[in-house]
């Protein structure tokens, strides 16, 4: 395998010619939004704030993202409009108009009237929030009687009938209470105005804006002078003098909008981008206008990613011959076969060993990752109290310690390496990252959006403050790096299925991108591209399915992306899902990807009678068990699952019935095993009675390469024959098991089928015994099959009670 090496220099570096240097103008940032979210989000969808301060927005139907000065932009229009029924009873979810409430004048929000463009509020508490909007009042975007600075990039576009908003913030209720400050760009565009109502300051600052150019604006205000000053493309423009100001009285229902004032009405006339309020005077005299203050337009990238082979086995029909050189090959299904006759792939479940945490305590997430560092020890990963992400480390990959961290220490724990509401993903190397950020961690950040996270050693993670997708997460997101197709890609949830009961069917999206940082592909279906793309599914009736969390908090995946793990109706039983795919790359073989789904059996909202009555609280029971199950691939798009056996089961294991099984993501090969970790539950899902005391993590034990075999019958000889193909290398090499009292033999055909003299398969030595890497001699010939390499071959096996698990021509 060719490897390029990538130098990726991630730079975060603000660089502004101003009268401060980066790193007193970082620390003096108050909220800083990018607007670098995708084209097309939608509303609901988080416009995140790259500050140190928590200060996310949302954008509503009034506001959409455009191409930006730097990436994108805000631009208040509207969206485009559909037509959807209204749901009664669905007050929480914004789908049930709700009349004016006695003594007020404003209809509260719902999703028939939410027409901001950005907003983040205290108020509208009958809507789901699980935003987390700070409390606008209590924070320095209240501006006041202290130095502060206001900029962004501006793009006029057009000229309109009334005044257009670039900011507000009111103490609250919107429209009630007119205690607000807002900055308004008048209707001809060529002054602004500022109002402070608890001053009763309005300031009239003149202009000079020239149409459809992006222009660099920034308002100062000095508290000692009190006064305002206005800049356009680092040039004063204007001072008013003076300008006493006072900061808005706190209040509960307090509010931001950005770009249309505390209605929805005055929309700016034109586009927003990197709209940044900072503590201080940042620019006091002419200045060169800064450059991006966003770390995504530092990145400094090249093009070229770790590359693995071509995919042999991309497509319903491989090319002729296979060229194999001295790839391993995994039989995990017939993709390199002619001819299998009457033999079976039949999967092999892991040996359950040692039980490796147990009398687990306290909050502690099902989602396990697995990773080995670079002094071999092996880490387990999971979330513990307020969804924080912490580590247990081994040496043996049987005793596990949580270490004592200098900044872990949190509620009791002292593993803690990440101190933010996560829990959503899995920790992962990174192969294309320096050192100082190999580390990455994958997952949904407070319920908002999906986010990466990095560290040098995994032992403290920080966050890439920018999401990488608009949605948020329902279980654990996989990710994997493909050297073979150079993308990284990742499976997500999906809640918009249903199942045959109309009750919600987890499926699972794929997502690819070559660029891990940046904001990932990202494509909006219309109401009607939705239904095109549902046809032939079972799906929620309500589209688009942004609507369903409310127009405050982040919908989830949709069909923008193909669903990849699903249940199937030809095979599995109804009311059955994929709780989440825990798909790998193969790390020790090519053109194989290998996946353990969990599958979830549901008893709540099932049928028959006879199977929903599991669900019963007299019953004390649960919502249904989970068992990991076993699917294969050669592309990370078309998969096949082998149901059965199990690949971990339920069932007693050391004296604890166990009820669920959540297998580990990722895997560690030691020697002459690989092993893997399972979590598993002595109750059922949502379960009536919980017994916490006894949920364990397991160590499963597994042959190398050994997921799924090629099996042969112990009655008769079968023979099996290869597709034809070229090879590399002086012996072949396999990995089988015929165990005492089975064997097979291997022969080469030439490219007629004819047997090749001296290495036909009668003429090979019998292969007897239980071998990882079986070098194949013939009677007359030995082992060298050099004289064969690069001609086109088939292989044929003949075998009988015998599994046959993998092959490789190697150099000897």
């Not at 709780?579 to 909202?605: G, N, R, S």
């Not at 004819?754 to 070098?775: H, Q, W």
């Amino acid at each position: 395998m060719k490897q390029i090496t990538v130098f990726l220099i991630i730079g975060i570096l603000f660089m502004l010619t101003t009268s401060t240097n980066s790193r007193e103008t970082d620390k003096s940032t108050i909220a800083f939004w990018p607007f670098d979210e995708q084209q097309g989000i939608y509303p609901s969808c988080v416009l995140s704030n790259l500050s140190d301060n928590d200060y996310p927005m949302v954008i509503g139907s009034g506001g959409k993202m455009v191409k930006g000065k730097y990436g994108n932009a805000l631009e208040p229009v509207r969206q485009a409009e559909f037509d959807f029924v209204e749901i009664k009873d669905a007050v929480r979810f914004g789908l049930t108009k709700i009349p004016v409430p006695d003594g007020r004048t404003v209809e509260p929000m719902s999703w028939f009237n939410a027409d901001f463009a950005a907003l983040m509020t205290s108020g509208e508490s009958h809507l789901r929030k699980q935003v987390g909007f700070p409390r606008v009042t209590r924070t320095d975007l209240n501006l006041g009687d202290f130095d502060w600075t206001v900029e962004f990039w501006f793009y006029p576009l057009r000229k309109a009938d009334a005044k257009g908003t670039v900011f507000e913030t009111g103490s609250g209720p919107r429209g009630e209470n007119r205690i607000y400050t807002t900055l308004k760009l008048d209707r001809d565009m060529n002054r602004f105005i500022f109002y402070n109502q608890p001053s009763r300051t309005l300031i009239e600052l003149p202009s000079s804006l020239e149409p459809e150019v992006w222009q660099h604006l920034a308002f100062v205000y000095d508290s000692r002078e009190n006064r305002l000053t206005h800049f356009v493309n680092g040039r004063m423009t204007s001072r008013a003098n003076p300008a006493e100001l006072k900061q808005l009285p706190a209040g509960e229902q307090d509010y931001m909008s950005v770009g249309r004032n505390g209605l929805w009405k005055e929309p700016l006339q034109g586009r927003i981008d990197e709209l940044r309020f900072s503590h201080g005077m940042i620019y006091t005299d002419k200045f060169t206008p800064p450059s991006s203050f966003s770390y995504l337009h530092d990145l400094e990238r090249t093009n070229e990613l770790i590359a693995g082979p071509e995919l042999l086995f991309d497509g319903d029909k491989p090319a002729l011959p296979v060229k194999l050189g001295s790839r391993k090959h995994l039989f995990i299904d017939d993709a390199l076969l002619e001819t299998a006759g009457e033999a079976e792939f039949v999967v092999n479940p892991p040996r359950m060993a040692e039980i490796v945490m147990k009398n687990i305590k306290g909050p502690f997430r099902k989602h396990l990752s697995v990773v080995e560092d670079k002094d071999g020890n092996i880490r387990i990963y999971t979330t513990v109290d307020d969804d924080y992400l912490a580590v247990w480390i081994s040496r043996d990959g049987v005793h596990f310690t949580a270490p004592d961290l200098p900044k872990g220490h949190y509620k009791g724990h002292t593993n803690i390496v990440l101190h933010e509401n996560v829990g959503m993903g899995i920790v992962f190397l990174d192969p294309n990252a320096p050192d100082n950020q190999r580390w990455k961690y994958i997952s949904d950040y407070h319920r908002r959006a999906v986010s990466i996270f990095h560290s040098k050693d995994g032992l403290s993670f920080q966050r890439y403050k920018q999401p990488v997708l608009p949605f948020r997460s329902g279980s654990q997101a996989n990710i994997y790096y493909d050297d073979q197709k150079q993308v990284y890609t990742a499976f997500h949830r999906s809640d918009f299925g249903r199942t045959r009961t109309g009750d919600t069917q987890r499926d699972f999206v794929m997502t690819e991108t070559k660029d891990l940082l940046r904001p990932w592909p990202f494509n909006p279906l219309t109401p009607a591209e939705t239904k095109k793309r549902a046809e032939g599914k079972r799906v929620a009736e309500l589209i688009p399915w942004y609507l369903d969390n409310g127009p405050l908090t982040p919908g989830g995946f949709a069909l923008e992306y193909p669903w990849i793990f699903s249940p199937i109706d030809s095979l599995d039983p109804r009311e059955t899902d994929v709780y989440v795919p825990k798909a790998h790359k193969y790390a020790w073989a090519p053109d194989t990807y290998v996946a353990f789904p969990v599958m979830y059996f549901h008893y709540e909202e099932s049928l028959p009678e006879e199977r929903r009555t599991l669900g019963d609280e007299n019953r004390q029971l649960g919502s249904g068990p989970l068992e990991t199950q076993f699917s294969a691939s050669r592309n990370g798009i078309d998969w096949q699952r082998y149901p059965r056996p199990a690949y971990v089961g339920i069932g007693r294991h050391q004296g604890i019935d166990f009820k669920t099984a959540y297998i580990a993501y990722g895997m560690v090969q030691r020697e002459n095993q690989i092993w893997q970790y399972v979590f598993c539950e002595p109750h059922y899902h949502s379960p009536w009675v919980k017994y916490n005391e006894k949920r364990s993590v397991i160590k499963l034990v597994q042959r190398p390469d050994g997921f799924v075999s090629v099996d042969s019958p112990y009655e008769k000889e079968i023979t099996v024959i290869t597709k034809p193909l070229v090879f590399k290398g002086n012996r072949l090499a396999i990995n089988i098991d015929t165990d005492a009292t089975g064997y097979a033999q291997v022969g080469f055909l030439d490219e007629n089928g004819n047997p090749i003299e001296g290495f036909a398969v009668d003429e090979c030595v019998y292969i007897n015994g239980d071998f990882l890497k079986k070098e194949i001699e013939w009677m007359y010939k030995g082992k060298d099959i050099s004289k064969l390499a690069g001609k086109t071959v088939q292989l044929v096996f003949k075998m009988r009670g015998s599994k046959l698990y993998a092959l490789q021509f190697i150099n000897k």
